[in-house]
C-alpha cells in the first residue's frame, strides 16, 4: 500500500552527523504535524579536555522529548557506548519502549540496573535478524559485522518506502566472533527497492578494504612472544573481537589473561553469558596478579585513549591498587585513537616512557584493524543496496562530505549531508531539507545531564580561566564594616600576594561606604557593589576576572 500524499517520511539526526560519536537518528512518518517518530540508537561521547571535570556527553534530545508521547520506540543496532550508553541517562525524559538483542541488552541491562531504572524500562528482547513492528514503522535488523557481538543495520519500512541504517559495520570474511555480514538479505533488499541509505563515514578516506579481524592473530602473537616481561594489552572495553584475540595470543604465548577496568569486566560476563568467549580459558580479576609470574601475564586493560580515571592511567601513574608496571613491561595499544584523543594518549605515553616501559603501536605491526568500512567497503555496500539517496552519517564534516561525493561516483541519485539538527524530507517527492531543530549537547555532571552550555558549565569555565574569590563582609545596622573583610580564594592568588589581598579590602570598604543610603539594606546592591570592587582590583592587579562569591552577615 503506498503512502497518502499528506504522509511524509523524515530523518533528523540529533547526534552523529558532524561528529564521530553520541549517535542518535530520528524518523518521523506520518502526516505533518501528526509523525510517529522511531529512534535509532541513543549514545555517548567522551569529553575532551574542552569541558574539565566531564567525561561523558550525549546529545541534548529535548527535540523529541517534548512530544515523547509521538516517540513509538527506541532501537539499538548494536552494544557500543557511541550508540546506547546514553539511554540509562535520556530514558527518563523519553520514556518510549525499548528493543534490542540479546548481547545488546545484556549490556544495557547493567546499566539500567545501575541507574535503578530496569524495572521502569522493561527493554524488548528482539532476534537477530529478527522482524518486528514499532508504531507506523516495519523493521528488519540485519546482521553485519562490526568489532562487538549481535551488530546489526536496520531496514525502516514505511509506506513512503524503505530506509536501510547501517549502524557500524564492515564486510570481514573472518570476523571472529559472530557471522559475516549477511550480504543475501542486504541485495534483497536492494532487489526490492530502497529509498534512502543512512551509512557510516568514518573510514571513507581509507582506501581499499578495512583489514579483517582474524587477520591480526599472527601479529599481535608475534610481538607478544617477543616480551621477556609483564605485557598490558589495551583495546576498546567493548571490542569482544579484540578480547578473543587477545585469549588466543595468551593460549599461543603460554600467558595467563588478567583483566583490568571495570567497563572491560562488564563486557566480558555479558560475552559469556551470551555463549561468547566460551572456547577460551577464563580471563582472570587483576586482584591474582600479584601471584602471577611477570613473564606469564597477558593484562588487558581500558584507558588506550588517555582517560584519566581508566585502569591504564591509574597504572602509568603508580596509583592501581594491584597492578604496577616495571622497566622492561611492555604495552601494546591495540586501538586506533578516537580524533580529538591525540593530546591525553600523548600524555600517557609520556608517562608510560618515565616508567622504562616499551611502548608497542600501530607503527610496529598490525595490532588493530577498525570495525568501520573502507573506500572499498562501501563502495561493495552501494552496490548491494542501490540506494535513491545517500545519507551520510557517523563522521564529521569532512567525512561526510567525501561519502556524499564517494556516492555521487556510484550513480545514486541525491546525496545528502545533513548535520545534526537537519530535518531530511525523504518522501512524497525528491528527498531535500525542509527545516531545522534545536540541536546541542548535554554533559554528565555527577550523576545527571546539564546542558552543555548550562550555568553550572559556564561557571566551571569562567572558574578556571578567572580563579574564584570567596568573599565575607560584616555589617551593623548602617552598614558599616565592622570586622575585617574576609578573603579567600581558589586558582586565583598565592599566600604571599598580601599587597593585592588589602587592596581588595580596601576597595570593598570604599565600595560599600560609598552605596546611596537607600540601598545599604538591599542585600543584592551590597553584593553588586564588593563584586565590581573585588574584579577592579584583581584586574589592575593580574589582568584576571575572577568569579566573585559574596556572603553578607548583619549583626
Not at 573472518?174 to 534512502?196: I, K
Not at 572495553?237 to 571495570?262: E, F, K, P, S, W
Not at 550513480?411 to 530535518?423: L, M
Request: with cysteine.
Amino acid at each position: 500500500m503506498k503512502a497518502s500524499e499528506n504522509e511524509e517520511l523524515l530523518f533528523v539526526p540529533l547526534g552523529g552527523a558532524g561528529e564521530i560519536g553520541m549517535n542518535l537518528s530520528l524518523y518521523g512518518y506520518g502526516p505533518p504535524g501528526a509523525h510517529r517518530w522511531l529512534m535509532v540508537d541513543c549514545g555517548v561521547t567522551f569529553g575532551g579536555d574542552g569541558i574539565p571535570g566531564t567525561d561523558v556527553m550525549m546529545p541534548n534530545a529535548s527535540f523529541i522529548a517534548e512530544q515523547r508521547e509521538n516517540l513509538a520506540g527506541l532501537v539499538l543496532t548494536h552494544a557500543h557506548e557511541d550508540h546506547l550508553g546514553a539511554v540509562p541517562y535520556l530514558w527518563p525524559q523519553l520514556q518510549c519502549p525499548v528493543y534490542a538483542t540479546a548481547f545488546t541488552l545484556a549490556i544495557l541491562r547493567r546499566k539500567l540496573e545501575e541507574r535503578g531504572l530496569l524495572e521502569r524500562v522493561q527493554p524488548t528482547l528482539i532476534p537477530p535478524d529478527g522482524k518486528f513492528t514499532v508504531g507506523p514503522f516495519n523493521l528488519e535488523m540485519i546482521g553485519v559485522t562490526h568489532s562487538i557481538p549481535e551488530a546489526h543495520s536496520v531496514a525502516i519500512r514505511t509506506r513512503a518506502g524503505t530506509v536501510v541504517h547501517s549502524g557500524d559495520w564492515k564486510l570481514d570474511p573472518e570476523p571472529v566472533v559472530g557471522p559475516a555480514s549477511d550480504e543475501a538479505a542486504l541485495s534483497a533488499l536492494g532487489d526490492a527497492g530502497v529509498l534512502a541509505f543512512v551509512c557510516d563515514s568514518t573510514n571513507v578516506f581509507n582506501a581499499g578494504k578495512t583489514g579483517s579481524e582474524g587477520a591480526i592473530l599472527s601479529e599481535l602473537t608475534r610481538l607478544v612472544a617477543a616480551c621477556s616481561q609483564r605485557v598490558v594489552v589495551t583495546c576498546f572495553a567493548t571490542n569482544i573481537a579484540r578480547l578473543h584475540t587477545i585469549g588466543q595470543v595468551a593460549q599461543a604465548t603460554g600467558r595467563d589473561v588478567v583483566m583490568a577496568g571495570a567497563s572491560l569486566k562488564r563486557n566480558y560476563v555479558a560475552a559469556r553469558e551470551c555463549g561468547y568467549l566460551g572456547n577460551l580459558p577464563r580471563f582472570q580479576d587483576e586482584a591474582v596478579c600479584r601471584k602471577l609470574a611477570r613473564k606469564r601475564t597477558l593484562l588487558v586493560c581500558t584507558g588506550g585513549q588517555g582517560e584519566r580515571r581508566a585502569a591504564l592511567s591509574r597504572i602509568a601513574q603508580g596509583a592501581h591498587p594491584y597492578l604496577a608496571l616495571e622497566r622492561g613491561d611492555a604495552v601494546l595499544f591495540s586501538s586506533r585513537v578516537i580524533p580529538g584523543n591525540e593530546p591525553s594518549v600523548g600524555r600517557l605515553h609520556n608517562a608510560l616512557l618515565r616508567l622504562g616501559v616499551e611502548l608497542i603501536t600501530h607503527r610496529d605491526g598490525m595490532i588493530h584493524v577498525s570495525g568501520h568500512p573502507a573506500r572499498e567497503d562501501l563502495t561493495q555496500m552501494y552496490r548491494l543496496i542501490r540506494p535513491q539517496v545517500a545519507l551520510p552519517v557517523h563522521g564529521e564534516l569532512r567525512h561526510m562530505l567525501e561519502h556524499a561525493k564517494l556516492a555521487r561516483t556510484l550513480n545514486v541519485k541525491e546525496a545528502i549531508v545533513a548535520e545534526n539538527g537537519t530535518i531530511v524530507r525523504l518522501a512524497p517527492g525528491s528527498a531535500c531539507v525542509v527545516d531545522h531543530v534545536p540541536v546541542g549537547r548535554m554533559s554528565l555532571e555527577g550523576n545527571r545531564p546539564v546542558a552543555a552550555d548550562s550555568e553550572i558549565v559556564r561557571g566551571r569555565l569562567k572558574a578556571l580561566d578567572n580563579g574564584t574569590v570567596f568573599t565575607t563582609v560584616v555589617l551593623d545596622r548602617a552598614a558599616r564594616i565592622v570586622q575585617d573583610v574576609h578573603l579567600s580564594s581558589i586558582g586565583l592568588l598565592e599566600q604571599t600576594e598580601t599587597q593585592i589581598v588589602e587592596a581588595i579590602r580596601l576597595s570593598v570598604r570604599e565600595a560599600v561606604a560609598d552605596l546611596p543610603s537607600a540601598r545599604y539594606a538591599d542585600d543584592d546592591a551590597v553584593r553588586g557593589a564588593v563584586r565590581i570592587a573585588v574584579r577592579r582590583v584583581t584586574r589592575r592587579f593580574i589582568e584576571k576576572r575572577p568569579v566573585v562569591h559574596v556572603h553578607i552577615v548583619r549583626t
